[in-house]
């Protein structure tokens, strides 16, 4: 069922969340840097067995708790009831860097109802950190609180961000923002996996994040995350955030509005 009105009830939504990262990241772990099948899902978009098993294992999880629950999820197709409460995961994100070896991914688990993101569980299972928001409960790492960081301007700011999977042929490619960026702010890191980036500007390890053409998987459960832990969270031009828009401006809110002045300067160029 799906009456939840209150903090107490989300947080029966969240241990569920957990129970599910903790299955899946314990199984992305046990089968990291090990032979996989993999196909391509694109030119550069691919796709391996671990994510479709780990999607799997989240949503037995979640299905066997929330039977009347709905389900979006990247790797597959699931009819939807019309209920309230719709479970949005990614079930490793930063699979290039799974297929690749290289140990920064994570599964992002994110719970929304009657249209608001209500819980958020980002799980990095290399470091065994685990980030869990509720809505009105605050964002907590391993069970510590968190809050953003106080960098500004954006001149001292560590920024992450994204490309693309189609950046060689649209030129929606961020390459323009990234050049700005990168001339502006101390330092951009770009490592693979969006969830985890608003995981870190919520930790305060960021200072501020951007990307477009994200999914929601990608941002459901970071979203979260980064409000509770006192950020700011906007589309590029500073309104509201949609999780089914794309673009994303994520921040300490200290240097939110330099960044979206930022992208609004690149875009009066005609790129981005
Ligand atoms: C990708 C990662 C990456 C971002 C891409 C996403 P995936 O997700 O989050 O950091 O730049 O846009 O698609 O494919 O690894 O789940
Ligand atoms: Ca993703
Ligand atoms: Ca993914």
Avoid at 32 to 57: C, H, P, Q, Y
Avoid at 67 to 92: K, N
Avoid at 133 to 157: C, Q, W
Avoid at 195 to 203: G, T
Wanted: hydrophobic fraction near 40%; glycine fraction near 10%; aromatic fraction near 10%.
């Amino acid at each position: 069922m799906c009456h939840a009105a209150d903090m107490t009830t989300y947080q029966e939504y969240l241990e569920e969340a957990v129970v599910a990262a903790g299955i899946a990241g314990r199984y992305q772990k046990s089968r990291f840097a090990s032979t996989l099948n993999i196909e391509m899902k694109g030119d550069k978009d691919l796709v391996t067995e671990v994510d479709k098993e780990s999607e799997r294992l989240i949503v037995e999880h979640l299905l066997s708790c929330f039977p009347d629950h709905d389900i979006v999820a990247e790797e597959g197709d699931y009819a939807q009831g019309g209920s309230p409460c719709r479970w949005i995961i990614d079930p490793v994100d930063g699979t290039t860097n799974y297929a690749h070896g290289f140990p920064w991914f994570c599964c992002s688990i994110g719970l929304e109802m009657s249209g608001e993101m209500v819980a958020g569980v980002i799980y990095n299972p290399v470091y065994d950190e685990l980030f869990t928001a509720t809505k009105g409960g605050g964002a907590y790492l391993n069970g510590k609180r968190l809050s953003v960081s106080a960098s500004s301007p954006l001149k001292n700011s560590l920024l992450g961000t994204g490309f693309p999977y189609d950046c060689a042929t649209d030129p929606a490619n961020n390459f323009a923002n990234f050049i700005a960026f990168q001339k502006k702010a101390r330092g951009i890191r770009r490592a693979g996996a969006a969830a985890l980036d608003l995981a870190y500007v919520a930790a305060g390890r960021l200072d501020g994040f951007w990307e477009l053409k994200l999914k929601a998987w990608d941002v459901a459960a970071g979203v979260l995350l980064v409000r509770e832990a006192g950020g700011t969270v906007t589309s590029f031009d500073g309104s509201s955030f949609d999780i089914f828009s794309g673009r994303i401006v994520a921040s300490n809110g200290q240097i939110h509005e330099e960044m979206v002045s930022m992208l609004a300067l690149v875009a009066s160029t005609g790129a981005e």
